[in-house]
């Protein structure tokens, strides 16, 4: 299989940036609905008469969700949230009380998604000016039963199968799962609340955390603990900064903490990657100093807009060059999470 994980790592450079378009290979069923999308409300429903043809409004303590595929699935949907508002409640505590709910719009298929008006390449996105976030069915929901395999036998390998079934085989493995993209926008959402301002968040924190929040496993705890299991590793994001760290090809840190959105968004495959795999580091190191300064910065940002001046206190008294040199050789050990599952570490606990 050395030909595969090769191709595959190569595959996911390319396709970094469109991670949550990865569904799109796949062939989608039109729209069923002759509602004409682009004229929906955006945002809250305050009335039935919102409410289009064919679509229901389910909601919950804190979310509203708008479904074009029915209630059982806005409900798993709500559920699902309402287990990741806690994970970010709990996780970074706001200090002030929430009092409207958010916005959540399920389309039926990616043809509906586009249909709506999707920025090119998303595969779910958070809109603050519209004030919703807005994903699709991608049929592959993290909260479904594992289907066995047949067990006839292994598979073929390098002996004699297929390149090209082996490699759809691994594609699939990488399909967006609606409720992780979902935990990933949700983020967004809270934490777009949680600094109030609209001043530009680096994108290291704010995607990195997204992708962070996208393996979240919910669970049911007692007391205060955070419901949920933090720290499995992203299956998209770890090949595609190994390679990049082994090529020399990734930002250094100290540039990363620095760049804008749109330097981030010019080398999306590697930045994302990256980004995700900072805060991984910065939280699941071992090293309580890292993860206070994630923790601090956080923080920071609720009341201070100076980003530079934000990043220095965060990260003060932090030597950025051997962080580095620490987070490459931490990163390249880690194993594929069907190889070396995530461990939930200090990122499970409670902060202040």
């Not at 047949?150 to 085989?169: A, F, N, Q, S, V």
Request: glycine share 8%.
């Amino acid at each position: 299989m050395t030909h595969l994980r090769t191709a595959r790592v190569a595959l996911l450079a390319l396709l970094g940036p469109l991670v949550l378009s990865i569904p799109a290979l796949a062939q989608t069923p039109a729209a069923p609905s002759t509602v004409n999308l682009r004229k929906i409300k955006r945002g809250p429903w305050n009335t039935k008469a919102d409410i289009p043809k064919g679509w229901i409004r389910h909601r919950t303590q804190h979310y509203e969700v708008q479904s074009m595929c029915g209630k059982e699935k806005a409900v798993r949907l709500g559920n699902h949230m309402e287990a990741m508002f806690k994970v970010y409640w709990r996780r970074f505590p706001p200090g002030k009380p929430f009092t409207k709910r958010y916005t959540i719009k399920l389309l039926a298929n990616r043809g509906a998604f586009r249909a709506y008006g999707a920025p090119p390449g998303a595969g779910a996105y958070y809109s603050p000016v519209d004030r919703e976030m807005v994903c699709y069915d991608t049929g592959k929901w993290l909260d479904d039963q594992p289907v066995e395999g047949p067990k006839t036998g292994k598979p073929k390998t390098d002996g004699g199968g297929d390149p090209m079934e082996e490699m759809k085989r691994e594609l699939e493995r990488y399909k967006m799962d609606i409720l992780g993209a979902a935990s990933h926008e949700g983020w967004h959402q809270y934490f777009h609340w949680y600094i109030v301002s609209w001043v530009p968040i680096p994108s290291w924190i704010n995607e990195g955390m997204g992708d962070y929040f996208y393996t979240a496993q919910p669970r049911k705890v007692k007391g205060r603990s955070i419901p949920a299991e933090l720290g499995r590793l992203n299956e998209l994001r770890l090949p595609v900064v190994q390679w990049a760290v082994k090529n020399n090809r990734h930002v250094p840190i100290k540039e990363l903490l620095k760049y804008s959105q749109r330097e981030y968004y010019s080398n999306p495959s590697i930045c994302y990657a990256e980004g995700w795999a900072l805060c991984q580091f910065l939280l699941h190191s071992g090293n309580r100093k890292y993860e206070a300064a994630l923790n601090r910065f956080i923080k920071l940002v609720q009341d201070d807009t100076n980003m530079p001046a934000v990043t220095k206190k965060a990260f003060h008294g932090i030597d950025l060059d051997q962080l580095e040199a620490e987070w490459k050789a931490w990163i390249t050990k880690l194993g594929m999470p069907a190889e070396k599952p995530g461990k939930p570490g200090a990122g499970d606990k409670k902060r202040s």
